[in-house]
């Protein structure tokens, strides 16, 4: 089987970048909170496997931690500041207004932050501990953190006998698709 060739002009190459992925990940996050607005109440508690972990509870967990991952990358507060309460929780499908609202500043603050200098951060993480961590690391961190997160949502609205969102109409061909058109 013959080995394919490729030939690139570097001199017109374009630098593969993570502000795509990220404009994915705060794309595929509006879709999956507009999804929800369409389901009942009793959604919002729909869980697969462990009961403190529903719907609701993930989606808040989606916006509040992309909201730290912001801060922690650029020292700017997004939402909140160190010290602050978190965002509110998510308890009615009337929230998730709110929710989509905010999870659209969070995911541009963490869009510009790819601007920034991909440095090693130190800080003091959950566990107490003393690491070191490059911007990069904490970007693709929020990206794939809300991907897993939305198929959690996905897995504990079937569990319950909802119709899941559908992860196929969320991925990057799709989201290629429909803002490239």
């Known amino acids: ?96 207004v709110r929710i989509k609202e905010q999870a659209a500043i969070v995911d541009s603050a963490l869009i510009e932050c790819v601007k920034l200098e991909d440095i090693q951060i130190e800080f003091t993480n959950y566990a107490g501990n003393l690491v070191k961590r490059w911007r990069s690391t904490i970007l693709s961190q929020a990206i794939h953190h809300a991907t897993e997160h939305r198929a959690q949502i996905a897995s504990a609205l079937e569990a319950k006998g909802f119709k899941p969102v559908d992860l196929d109409e969320l991925d990057l061909w799709a989201y290629e698709v429909e803002t490239e058109s």
């Not at 060739?5 to 595929?28: C, E, P, V």
């Open 1 to 96: 089987m013959a080995v394919p060739t490729y030939s690139f002009n570097y001199d017109q190459a374009m630098t593969i970048a993570m502000d795509r992925l990220l404009r994915h990940m705060a794309w595929a996050n509006q879709k999956t909170i507009e999804y929800l607005q369409t389901l009942s109440e009793e959604s919002l508690s729909s869980f697969a496997t462990n009961p403190e972990w529903f719907v609701a509870e993930i989606v808040h967990h989606i916006v509040d931690s992309g909201d730290h991952y912001a801060f922690r990358i650029s020292g700017i507060p997004a939402l909140t500041k160190p010290g602050d309460p978190c965002i509110e929780d998510v308890k009615q499908i009337s929230d998730l």
